[in-house]
């Protein structure tokens, strides 16, 4: 009975109980189906005492879901099941016995993240220490892990192993233990005792690991020590989605396995349940070109479908504009906007996007992050802006006089506060009527001078350049280096997502009229409404995510974006295993799609306010061109047929940019513009018109024979 809907490849892996077995599952072809059926398989079948199994995954929705779909195979109270993350396991472990490891004491207890940094910066306030708190907290978790920690000095080295000395006395003094420290003080308890190894080596006649290809170098030595006794040892993962080494992930650990465990038993499932045999053949093309791997070939479930298509746009807002086409089109047919996911390699690409979906008031969701204009650094330096533009602007103010530090505590700016209230003007205008003195107040004067220089400057520079100017006149990335130390991943990130606003800046300075000042505000008023409209309360949104936030997950049309090089794969590719992990990463973007795939790319993109011309992906290039079809514009004035891309490259190069009609605009037209939508022109002086737009944008003066206005 239970395994009446299993394939025969999943049979067997449930059927193989005994000794070390290895499950390679490809993409959707039912893992956890297949573990879960196994539980069942060994409790129902066999006659085990549930809890002699243990099932470790790496979350706890993970683990709940299991839990539930056993409770639905058979009649048990899953509850107490040894099924969790491991963490969750290794705290039961050391609940009952950590007291054997002293000075640690039962009734210990766990500190997170933010427990964390408050404790280092503590340890730190009294010290001539120059390194950075989260910085240190990495290096540390990296260190614990076994991963490779490098220092730019000695000195640094130095401070780091004081401070992770002093953090861990300090743990261990108040009896704390943090999320690395679960798993490292498991061990260390299970090679101290060997009474307490064997309690559980005895209690444990079958250990099973999801998402094996995940696995870093503790947690296999964790699970390596379990189960050396019985040898029973089920896993299951794919590395085709090997895909977090910067988390520590070792996809080493499944050839380790198979040389621990010589006669490993190796079961492939190669039948995917989710995809087209049209995309999965996309998926196959893709991943050949990884040699360090092991060999299968996804095939579908008897589901055919379209062919994946590839579009290759003139420009990043043709692009955008496509992939909002073709939601419209697909929605008008009656699919819901949950069918639909744009997936992205970086996240400063999510802009572009979240503005046209927001123009088309179609509903959407970041998964598993912030909109772009919700970033912190995007928020912070809009507030800059903001002062330049608005001295009046106390909040933004307040949000911004810190970063990075400028010695202006709280108690100062209450003094401000004070004094503004005295003089009847805004902090920042009360500045000079302010009479205390120290650094802090020195700054403030600093701070204020540096931004009135600014202001008076402002009509002699490019809108674009402001970021810039920004971020070397107010040090900006002084402060992302304060919160987040040397962490060049989360800093490149961040400071992508802010020279991404030199693209909104040099979209937008162009629609507006008036001085910089007056465009700034404007630019400004109409950033706070798209911001209003991010929001959407409705589970019915078209999802934009990271290819990493994405993986797990699958939608019935997915729109893999951006597919140029120096985007995906990044810039950052130093090694033939980077780029291997890369392919990875697109091999899980393409089988996120269960029946259309679109591949888009653009041959310009405005990337950080200049204009790019991005070569396409390697790994579209790596494709094979028979397994999609590229899609050709009626109005590019060739045949609309598929045609090879380097054909149409070479066709499309001879061709402007964009076509576009020839404006001829008067008085009581109707207009069409690409960021407010449609309006009347109310007026119009020499070439400039005077729009009324919907209520959301108001009325607008633009340049009339501006490319994007087009009447209609």
Request: with cysteine; aromatic share 10%.
């Amino acid at each position: 009975m239970l395994l009446d809907n299993l394939n025969e490849a999943q049979a067997l892996a449930v059927k193989t109980t005994e000794g070390p077995v290895m499950v390679m599952a490809g993409a959707g072809s039912g893992k956890t189906k297949v573990l879960t059926t196994r539980i069942a398989y060994i409790i129902e079948e066999l006659g085990v005492n549930p809890y002699s199994i243990l099932a470790v995954t790496f979350t706890n929705k993970a683990a709940k879901e299991m839990k539930d779909r056993i409770g639905n195979l058979i009649n048990i109270d899953t509850k107490y099941l040894w099924i969790s993350t491991f963490h969750s396991f290794c705290v039961r472990v050391l609940r009952n016995d950590i007291d054997k490891l002293p000075p640690y004491k039962k009734g210990f207890n766990i500190i997170d993240d933010d427990d964390q940094l408050k404790i280092v910066k503590d340890l730190m306030a009294n010290t001539e220490y120059e390194s950075k708190p989260r910085e240190i907290l990495k290096n540390i978790s990296k260190a614990k892990n076994n991963m490779t920690v490098t220092f730019k000095s000695k000195s640094k080295e130095s401070e780091f192993y004081d401070i992770k000395d002093m953090y861990q006395n300090y743990l261990k003094r108040e009896n704390l233990l943090d999320f690395d420290d679960l798993i490292i003080n498991t061990i260390k308890l299970f090679e101290a005792d060997s009474n307490i190894l064997a309690k559980y080596q005895n209690q444990f006649n079958y250990v099973m690991v999801d998402e094996f290809q995940d696995t870093n170098s503790l947690q296999y030595k964790l699970i390596k020590m379990l189960v050396c006794v019985n040898r029973n040892l089920f896993v299951v993962g794919d590395d085709f989605q090997s895909i977090y080494s910067f988390r520590g992930a070792k996809i080493e650990n499944i050839m380790k396995m198979r040389n621990d465990f010589k006669d490993t038993k190796l079961i492939l499932l190669e039948k995917n349940y989710r995809s087209t045999t049209e995309i999965l053949n996309l998926a196959n093309s893709v991943i050949t070109n990884n040699p360090n791997q092991i060999k299968k070939v996804m095939t579908s479930n008897n589901k055919t479908g379209n062919l994946p298509t590839l579009y290759r746009a003139f420009s990043s807002y043709d692009e955008v504009s496509f992939v909002v086409d073709k939601i419209k089109e697909l929605h008008a047919k009656g699919d819901k906007y949950e069918d639909f996911a744009i997936l992205y390699r970086a996240n400063s690409i999510s802009r572009e996007f979240e503005d046209i979906l927001v123009r088309n008031k179609i509903p959407y969701k970041i998964y598993g992050g912030l909109s772009f204009f919700q970033r912190l650094e995007v928020k912070d330096i809009l507030s800059y802006i903001k002062v330049i533009v608005n001295s009046d602007d106390n909040f933004s103010f307040k949000r911004i006089i810190n970063k990075p530090k400028r010695k202006i505590g709280n108690a100062l700016l209450d003094k401000l506060e004070a004094c503004s209230r005295n003089v009847n003007k805004s902090l920042y205008d009360s500045i000079p009527f302010y009479e205390g003195g120290g650094e802090g107040a020195k700054n403030l004067a600093i701070f204020k001078t540096t931004t009135d220089s600014i202001k008076a400057q402002l009509d002699n520079v490019k809108l674009v350049d402001l970021v810039d100017i920004i971020l070397k006149e107010y040090n900006y990335k002084q402060y992302l280096k304060e919160e987040f130390g040397e962490d060049k991943e989360i800093i490149e990130e961040r400071m992508d997502n802010i020279y991404e606003l030199k693209s909104v800046l040099k979209e937008s300075e162009e629609f507006y009229e008036g001085d910089n000042i007056q465009k700034l505000t404007s630019i400004l008023e109409d950033l706070a409404l798209r911001i209003d409209n991010e929001e959407f309360k409705d589970d019915d949104c078209v999802r934009l995510s990271t290819f990493h936030q994405a993986k797990g997950l699958e939608f019935k049309t997915v729109f893999m974006v951006a597919m140029e090089d120096g985007i995906f794969p990044n810039s950052n590719i130093e090694s033939e295993f980077e780029l291997e992990e890369e392919r990875r990463i697109c091999y899980v973007g393409v089988t996120r799609a269960k029946d259309n795939l679109f591949l888009t790319c653009a041959d310009s993109r405005m990337r950080y306010g200049q204009k790019a011309n991005n070569p396409m992906s390697c790994f579209i290039y790596e494709m094979d061109s028979n397994c999609y079809e590229e899609y050709v514009k009626k109005t590019h004035n060739v045949n609309n047929t598929t045609l090879n891309f380097k054909q149409r490259h070479k066709e499309l190069t001879k061709k402007t940019e964009e076509i576009k009609p020839t404006n001829s605009i008067d008085k009581g037209d109707k207009i069409n513009h690409k960021l407010f939508g449609d309006g009347i022109v109310v007026s119009k002086v020499n070439d400039t018109i005077t729009v009324a737009f919907s209520k959301e944008y108001g009325i607008k003066k633009l340049k009339a024979d501006h490319p994007s206005i087009k009447k209609i």
